[in-house]
């Protein structure tokens, strides 16, 4: 069983920045693709970043060239740093976990972010 705990999240102002992380109590998180995702009210998980066991990174087009997820397996950590934050960036960030051959899905409890002036 994988445990991922979220932190960073809070209250910031538009075009703020603000770093998320994820710790994971794994002894194996090398082998563990990352990604966030986020949920704002009333809309549907929706994917943030992803980036594989070979760092290779993937960002949604709605926040590309402003979001940057990166990892440290040293720290068995995945981070997701936030920059020029929109108010449509307000929601709930999920870390989601899935290991690379067994496929086996995690997800964190969530840690929520709000953008507002």
């Known amino acids: 069983q994988v445990q991922l705990v979220e932190s960073g999240g809070g209250l910031v102002e538009p075009g703020g920045s603000l770093r998320l992380s994820c710790a994971a109590s794994?002894?194996?998180?090398?082998?563990?693709?990352m990604g966030w995702y986020r949920q704002a009210p009333g809309k549907q998980r929706e994917l943030v970043a992803t980036?594989?066991?070979?760092?290779?990174?993937n960002v949604a087009d709605s926040v590309k060239g402003r979001f940057t997820i990166s990892r440290d397996n040293s720290k068995k950590t995945v981070y997701l740093q936030m920059n020029s934050l929109k108010l449509e960036d307000t929601a709930d960030y999920y870390c989601?976990?899935?290991?690379?051959?067994?496929?086996?899905?995690?997800w964190g409890r969530g840690t929520q972010l709000t953008v507002s002036s």
């Open positions: 794994t002894m194996v998180f090398s082998f563990y693709d």
């Open positions: 980036i594989t066991t070979y760092d290779i990174t």
């Open positions: 989601n976990a899935v290991h690379r051959f067994t496929k086996a899905t995690y």
